[in-house]
C-alpha cells in the first residue's frame, strides 16, 4: 500500500525536521545523549518514529508500510535503514 505525499510530508515535517532542524543533534535531541549521532543511528532513530506513524495512517482494511531511511552525509556517503530482518 501507498501513503499519500501529502500526509508523508506532514509526518516528516512534524515527527524528523522537528527534530533535527537547527538543532545540535548531541545535545537537542535526548536520544543522542546516549548513543552516537551517526547517519546510522540517525536512519534507525528517523525509521523507528516513522514506521509507527506511518502504521496509525493505514487502516484496517489497507497495510500501509515503511520501506526505507536514507540519511545522506554527504553526495557519497549515506546511510539506508530498512528495518530489521527476520
Do not use: C
Not at 501513503?3 to 545540535?24: C, Q
Not at 543511528?41 to 487502516?59: C, F, H, P, T
Request: charged share 30%; aromatic share 8%.
Amino acid at each position: 500500500m501507498v501513503i499519500n505525499l501529502s500526509t508523508l510530508r506532514e509526518l516528516m515535517e512534524k515527527r524528523v525536521f522537528a527534530v533535527f532542524d537547527h538543532k545540535h543533534i548531541d545535545l537537542d535531541v535526548p536520544h543522542f545523549a546516549t548513543h552516537p549521532s551517526t547517519a546510522e543511528n540517525i536512519a534507525v532513530y528517523v525509521w523507528n518514529i516513522l514506521e509507527k506513524e506511518i502504521q496509525v495512517q493505514g487502516s484496517d482494511d489497507d497495510h500501509v508500510s515503511l520501506y526505507e531511511v536514507q540519511v545522506d552525509e554527504t553526495d557519497e556517503n549515506r546511510a539506508i535503514y530498512r528495518g530489521e530482518t527476520e
